[in-house]
């Protein structure tokens, strides 16, 4: 295993996204790494399955935009489909899976958090689909998956707005279950986690496979619209500007 990403596994897995001298951004090395880590995960079988991002400041914060800054549509295209590789393997994941969302959840980040059962937040982490001002939209799910949590007003207000939202509002929407202290979010994770992991393994997987059956009834039109749309964004002058000023760290200047 890459170690872009880390992987322990027992009754209760570990999965972290290891590259927090860059946010734990997903460049598409880390992004295969991740899809691998959590294919390793299921093999071995475990009872509960934890998700979170190495450091102190960061889950992770999106896609790597300075890759994304140039690609075709079909590069961009790819780049959606080993996104999806990735939400929907944690969907499917056959055991809970819970997000500690210990810092910043920009973009992908926040969509590989909406794709996990359970999202646990650090009282420092803010989340949000920042999408909008790169001249592109949520391209891993969140367009599907955001308002099933919050609801439609509130998923349109953070996706039209690329609104961020700390760790108190974001628990107010729906969007995580719990709020804890920083230093007390490994622990409150590790002994949800336990509980989860002494509950009777073939009803939980029973259980999450009919929650998971309601998700799927409409999205995958969705999710099939969104891939197309957010490829379909790279090359247009909007997604070139927002993406330039991201990397040059200045204002975007949308026509």
């Known amino acids: 295993m890459s170690d872009l990403v880390l992987i322990e596994t027992g009754a209760v897995s570990t999965i972290t996204i290891n590259r927090p001298d860059a946010l734990n951004s997903l460049n598409v090395d880390t992004l295969d790494a991740l899809g691998d880590a959590i294919d390793e995960a299921a093999a071995a079988d475990p009872r509960a399955l934890v998700l979170t991002g190495a450091g102190e400041k960061a889950f992770a914060a999106g896609a790597?935009?300075?890759?994304?800054?140039?690609?075709?549509?079909?590069?961009?295209?790819?780049?959606?489909?080993?996104?999806?590789?990735?939400?929907?393997?944690?969907?499917?994941?056959?055991?809970?899976?819970?997000?500690?969302?210990?810092?910043?959840?920009?973009?992908?980040?926040?969509?590989?958090?909406?794709?996990?059962?359970?999202?646990?937040?650090?009282?420092?982490?803010?989340?949000?689909?920042?999408?909008?001002?790169?001249?592109?939209?949520?391209?891993?799910?969140?367009?599907?998956?955001?308002?099933?949590?919050?609801?439609?007003?509130?998923?349109?207000?953070?996706?039209?707005?690329?609104?961020?939202?700390?760790?108190?509002?974001?628990?107010?929407?729906?969007l995580v279950g719990d709020v804890v202290a920083h230093d007390e979010l490994d622990s409150y994770v590790t002994e949800m986690a336990e509980e989860l992991a002494s509950k009777p393994q073939f009803a939980m997987q029973a259980a999450k496979e009919a929650l998971n059956l309601e998700r799927r009834r409409e999205p995958e039109a969705g999710l099939a619209y969104e891939r197309r749309a957010w490829s379909g964004l790279f090359g247009t002058a909007d997604q070139r500007e927002g993406m330039a000023a991201f990397v040059e760290k200045r204002d975007p200047e949308f026509n």
């Open 64 to 174: 790597d935009i300075a890759y994304m800054q140039d690609i075709s549509t079909e590069e961009a295209q790819a780049y959606a489909e080993r996104g999806h590789r990735v939400v929907n393997a944690l969907e499917a994941f056959p055991a809970p899976v819970i997000a500690a969302v210990n810092g910043y959840a920009f973009g992908g980040g926040c969509e590989i958090a909406l794709a996990c059962d359970l999202r646990v937040a650090s009282e420092r982490a803010v989340i949000g689909q920042t999408e909008i001002d790169l001249g592109i939209i949520p391209g891993w799910g969140g367009t599907q998956r955001l308002p099933r949590l919050v609801g439609d007003e509130m998923a349109r207000r953070m996706i039209f707005f690329g609104e961020r939202v700390d760790a108190q509002d974001a628990q107010e929407y729906g």
